[in-house]
């Protein structure tokens, strides 16, 4: 993916089919029921996510990339993301 592409836009050429299939196969997120400060709110947005991240892991894992390895970029990309949503936000 080119470094200026912002997470969550479509991949432009040949695996923009495949990556739109992808995320339509892994469903949608429920809306959290709790307010960000209750004490199960982060409970209740691991539940939510569990299904979606042990299907992309799977996805990745039947494409041949290691599963663990996989797992510590989603981790690294994830916190990579959430750094220069905080710097867009000043």
Do not use: H
């Not at 997470?7 to 959290?32: E, Q, R, W, Y």
């Not at 400060?37 to 494409?63: I, M, R, W």
């Not at 996989?70 to 936000?89: V, W």
Request: glycine letters at 8%.
């Amino acid at each position: 993916m080119p470094a200026d592409a912002k997470a969550g836009t479509a991949l432009l050429g040949t695996d923009a089919g495949v990556a739109m299939d992808m995320m339509n196969s892994f469903g949608k997120i429920f809306a959290p029921t709790l307010s960000k400060t209750d004490f199960n709110y982060e409970k209740e947005c691991k539940t939510a996510l569990a299904p979606l991240v042990d299907g992309l892991l799977d996805a990745v894992e039947s494409a041949g990339w290691d599963r663990r390895k996989a797992a510590y970029t989603l981790m690294f990309l994830s916190a990579q993301r959430l750094g220069a949503n905080k710097e867009e936000r000043k």
